[in-house]
T-cell receptor, first 111, second 113 residues
Framework: GEDVEQSLFLSVREGDSSVINCTYTDSSSTYLYWYKQEPGAGLQLLTYIFSNMDMKQDQRLTVLLNKKDKHLSLRIADTQTGDSAIYFC???????????FGAGTRLTVKP | NAGVTQTPKFRVLKTGQSMTLLCAQD?????MYWYRQDPGMGLRLIHY???????AKGEVPDGYNVSRLKKQNFLLGLESAAPSQTSVYFC????????????FGPGTRLTVT
């Protein structure tokens, strides 16, 4: 089947930038998403990007998409301790019932 | 708005027991979903519903049944629990079935011994 892969852990110092990477295999992916999961909570949509875009910026968040390499990244500028969470990459062709999620990257922000 | 709520938050079952997980949403969403989350794996879709009275199978439906008798509720049933069903279960809902944001509940941690 189609896969979405992410590294499982990332640790950064407060104030640094964090970059979380994701690769996917489905060349028909239309929408790519980043979800955030805080302890004891469900996933919350952070941002998304359409496959015809290369970049999307939203305040401290920058999403980069390299469609040729099927590589998606999420950059968090000026990372804060409140950004500590698990970040999930997901992709779909447009239907929510065919979304594929990565295993999640646990971001730890050290003071 | 409470958003998406799930009941219970935690449960321990013995092999062969049955139980029902309840998901409720107050956003008048048409679409609802049940996922399971296992260590080292992404969320996998168990079943979903495109509206009241409808259900459909997702990626991993075996061993589970669902019902959507009311628009706001989506129930997930385990008729005969197995240790392989130990997982964290998430319910989600969305206004539409295409690219619209899914809103997730806080999850139910189920352990089957």
């Amino acid at each position: 089947g189609e896969d979405v892969e992410q590294s499982l852990f990332l640790s950064v110092r407060e104030g640094d930038s964090s970059v979380i990477n994701c690769t996917y295999t489905d060349s028909s992916s239309t929408y790519l998403y980043w979800y955030k999961q805080e302890p004891g909570a469900g996933l919350q949509l952070l941002t998304y990007i359409f496959s015809n875009m290369d970049m999307k910026q939203d305040q401290r968040l920058t999403v980069l998409l390299n469609k040729k390499d099927k590589h998606l990244s999420l950059r968090i500028a000026d990372t804060q301790t409140g950004d500590s969470a698990i970040y999930f990459c997901a992709e779909s062709r447009g239907n929510n019932n065919d979304m594929r999620f990565g295993a999640g990257t646990r971001l730890t922000v050290k003071p | 708005n409470a958003g998406v709520t799930q009941t219970p938050k935690f449960r321990v079952l013995k092999t062969g027991q049955s139980m029902t997980l309840l998901c409720a949403q107050d956003m008048n969403h048409e679409y609802m979903y049940w996922y399971r989350q296992d260590p080292g794996m992404g969320l996998r879709l168990i079943h979903y519903s495109v509206g009241e009275g409808t259900t459909a199978k997702g990626e991993v439906p075996d061993g589970y049944n669902v019902s959507r008798l009311k628009k706001q509720n989506f129930l997930l049933g385990l008729e005969s629990a197995a240790p392989s069903q130990t997982s964290v279960y998430f319910c989600a809902s969305s206004y539409s079935g295409t690219y619209y944001e899914q809103y997730f509940g806080p999850g139910t941690r189920l352990t089957v011994t």
